[in-house]
């Protein structure tokens, strides 16, 4: 499936350049982020979510028995997706199952900008991919994203999230800390 290339991210950069005063608002990225390489191309190779975006994330799937859906407001930082953070779409709760959830209006629109991305959750942490595994089948997130005009989606599968890119390669991020890990891997023992 072909996805027509949209001038999307330099769209969000020119209003990121724009927004100072959101700028401002940045948390500190959760994590060193690789400086921009001239020509590095605009594939991501890495999702960076701030400490905000982690604990938003946290208490949203603890919360939320049904699908949440989020804006990630940041920019693309070299081969970095940068997060700094995550606001609510705007969700009918009608419009919200354990399976399914639809956004009223764009990101843009309900005044989250720039966002280069959507995340949402998938409260039984089951069936996190964008393409059914070993084929190139699109899962309905797969054609959710093929109809969006971000760079990246998201994901959130519990204690991680399942990203992806234009480039259709499907990427995990743990949101445990390295330290929890090891201690989960030892009690598990
Ligand atoms: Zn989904």
Redesign the pocket.
Known sequence: MQVASRPVLTRAAIVAAALTALLCLQPEPAQPVEPAAPGAGSTPRALVLSDQARRYLALQYRADPT?FLGCMIGELRGRSVVVWRIAPADVDPAHSTPTHVVAEQACEAAGWSPTIGMI?S?PDGE?CWYYFPGTEVAS??GQAFARQPYAVDA?MCGEHIVWIGRDKAERQLSLVAAGQRAASAISNR
């Open positions: 699908e949402h998938h069936r309905s997130d994901i």
